[in-house]
């Protein structure tokens, strides 16, 4: 009787997740537009009574997505002023909105990990194709970029389907 042999697992591949590489974050979102007079501009006083009378605690230790809804121009001091009072409750902010933030944290996350993964050097990688949670596309260059000088192989997708991205020799 033949022994059933699992060939992807003999074949030495590795199998890369993206979803791995995302960082235990949540991000909250802080709309401006919120804060313009009339809706349409950012008005020094009536900021500096936003910013006094605001219960910072709800930002306590989060990760805070800053911007503006709305085509208004928002003044450098104003992002100057928010940074001083967020870091007053250990938040972290972050100009763009929560989808952008949770996307440069995501690539910052994955560049530091794959940078100190020692079991990518050399090694024949597949970057699984499915995945639950969705990486931002501009994973998918960056982790090519990171792995063209470390991995012998690139490929996408799963281990029966393949799509080479890279060989060296």
Same mark, same amino acid.
């Given at each position: ?5 699992? /060939? =992807? ?10 979803? @791995?590489?995302?960082? +235990? ?19 020094? &006083?009536?900021? /500096? ?22 085509? &208004? ?10 940074? %001083? ?6 938040? @972290?902010?972050?100009?763009?909105? +929560?989808?952008? #933030?949770?996307? @440069? ?7 530091? %990990? ?6 990518? #050097?050399?090694?024949? =990688? ?7 949670? /969705?990486? +931002?596309?501009? &994973? ?9 000088? @470390? ?7 799963? +281990? ?6 890279? /060989?060296?020799?």
């Amino acid at each position: 009787m033949d022994e059933i042999r699992n /060939k =992807v697992a003999d074949s030495g591949l590795l199998s890369l997740d993206l979803e @791995r590489y995302l960082p +235990p974050i949540v991000v909250v979102g802080f709309d401006l537009a919120n804060w313009l007079d009339q809706g349409l501009v950012l008005r020094e &006083a009536i900021f /500096k009574e936003h910013l006094n009378s605001m219960d910072w605690s709800d930002f306590q230790e989060k990760d805070v997505a800053v911007y503006c809804s709305t085509e &208004a121009i928002v003044p450098s001091w104003a992002f100057m002023w928010l940074s %001083r009072d967020m870091a007053g409750v250990g938040a @972290r902010m972050f100009l763009g909105t +929560p989808d952008e #933030i949770k996307a @440069r944290l995501f690539l910052s996350n994955l560049e530091r %990990r794959v940078e100190q993964d020692a079991s990518l #050097i050399g090694a024949r =990688v597949i970057v699984k194709g499915c995945s639950t949670q /969705k990486a +931002p596309q501009e &994973a998918y260059a960056l982790l090519t970029r990171l792995l063209l000088g @470390r991995a012998k192989s690139l490929m996408f997708g799963e +281990p029966c389907s393949t799509v080479p991205v890279f /060989k060296r020799a």
